[in-house]
């Protein structure tokens, strides 16, 4: 039987998976990312790990990583990998394919995470939809007629970095007033001194401030994405991070704004779904980012 590993890179920890085809997890694996997490102590802490998921000789054909940063168009170099140390263009999928003789392939994180749910999550049903991740920063991935979509150079799909507010904060960027700087995890705790999670038991309980508060992070957010729906006209958008677990105060916002920004014909059945793999979604997408490499 064929398998094939994910891998999910990130600043605390590496997540590993071994997949069937059907996207059965046969087995997984989570080690500590190594501190200071270079590129030379990252790629042997995976290849050790590799090695434990893959005792017996010829059990798996590809390798699959999520990186916390840009990859190339070709799935090869690490372009730029957020809280690891010096990782500037290495190139990762050839030093695992030199370690361990399985064809290996890379892609942005959110990338991953946005082949995950739609290879077994909430977008397993639609060829044409959106992620978009709601947590310390704002990712996304677009997938089109079933293929994730990165652009001539691999870099697309940064959804949270269009502008909302030509005036608005700077953004690490260099933009200003983008859409993360007004649905991120850093623009709550700037807005309210408070945790996302905090904000939700808050609304839980009925406190007025906190539901309005997600009132207006509801529209903030519907503005955004009825840039992309224009743009990319999705079966659905499915919202993840860890933002995700208050869409029930502010998804009602969001489809209110959509509604009243979109015309009908560039939203019809449009589905806004929350995400279903939580953490393990980038994983996932990482191991049907290897099936690519074996079908």
């Not at 790629?43 to 590809?62: G, K, R, W, Y």
């Not at 390798?63 to 690490?78: F, H, M, V, W, Y």
């Not at 905090?198 to 903030?220: C, H, P, T, V």
């Not at 019809?268 to 980038?282: H, I, P």
Request: charged letters at 15%.
């Amino acid at each position: 039987m064929i398998q094939v590993i994910g891998i999910d890179l990130g600043g605390s920890a590496i997540k590993l998976g071994r997949f069937s085809e059907n996207g059965l997890c046969n087995q997984s694996l989570t080690v500590p990312t190594p501190q200071p997490a270079t590129p030379e102590a990252v790629l042997a802490a995976m290849t050790d790990a590799i090695l434990q998921l893959n005792p017996v000789e010829n059990a798996v054909s590809a390798i699959g990583i999520g990186t916390p940063g840009p990859a190339d168009a070709a799935g090869r170099i690490a372009r730029v990998a957020i809280n690891l140390k010096n990782w500037h263009n290495v190139p990762l999928a050839d030093w695992l394919e030199a370690k361990t003789g399985l064809p290996t392939i890379l892609a942005n994180d959110a990338n991953c995470a946005g082949l995950g749910e739609a290879w077994l999550g909430a977008g397993r049903h639609f060829k044409d939809l959106i992620l978009i991740t709601l947590g310390t920063g704002v990712g996304g991935a677009v997938i089109l007629d079933g293929k994730l979509f990165v652009g001539h150079q691999g870099a697309a799909g940064e959804l949270g970095l269009i502008t909302i507010n030509p005036d608005g904060p700077e953004c690490n960027s260099g933009n200003r007033g983008s859409l993360e700087q007004y649905v991120s995890v850093q623009a709550i705790r700037r807005e309210t001194g408070l945790e996302p999670l905090e904000l939700a038991n808050l609304a839980k309980s009925g406190d007025a401030k906190a539901l309005e508060f997600w009132q207006i992070y509801g529209r903030y957010l519907g503005i955004g994405l009825a840039s992309l729906i224009y743009i990319l006209t999705p079966e659905a958008i499915i919202i993840g991070g860890g933002i995700s677990a208050g869409a029930e105060f502010f998804l009602p916002n969001v489809r209110e704004e959509i509604e009243r920004r979109v015309l009908p014909t560039s939203r019809e059945d449009l589905q806004l779904l929350v995400a279903e793999l939580g953490n393990q979604a980038g994983m996932v997408g990482a191991a049907k980012l290897a099936w690519q490499l074996v079908q």
